[in-house]
């Protein structure tokens, strides 16, 4: 089995930050693509940052400047940095992952999501 167990969710006022860590665990050949979704109330699960496992990064509009993806291969862990939180940044944020389980099998796992809370 493979799990991803976000922590790092909380309440900040705007302005502030946070950091969100996301790591992997079980049965892991290697891990491709980690990214970062978020889900606010009524509305669509969106993507927030992805970053591959060569390190190349993507960003939604919405936090381009504000928020950093990184990851720690050695330690199957990423990160996502949030600078400059504004109230819209509000939602659950989830972790997402492409893990390679074999050489042939590779799947999509999400963690359980962390809340995300910025008071205006």
């Known amino acids: 089995q493979v799990q991803l167990v976000e922590s790092g969710g909380g309440l900040v006022q705007a302005g502030g930050s946070l950091r969100l860590s996301c790591v992997a665990s079980?049965?892991?050949?290697?891990?491709?693509?980690m990214g970062w979704y978020r889900q606010a109330p009524g509305k669509q699960r969106e993507l927030v940052a992805v970053?591959?496992?060569?390190?190349?990064?993507t960003y939604a509009d919405s936090v381009k400047g504000r928020f950093t993806i990184s990851r720690d291969s050695a330690k199957n862990t990423a990160y996502l940095q949030m600078n400059s939180l504004k109230p819209e940044d509000t939602a659950v944020y989830y972790c997402?992952?492409?893990?390679?389980?074999?050489?042939?099998?590779?799947?999509?796992?999400w963690g359980q999501g962390t809340q995300v809370t910025v008071s205006s």
């Open positions: 997402h992952a492409d893990i390679s389980r074999t050489v042939t099998i590779t799947l999509k796992y």
């Open positions: 079980g049965s892991i050949f290697s891990i491709n693509a």
């Open positions: 970053i591959t496992s060569g390190g190349t990064t």
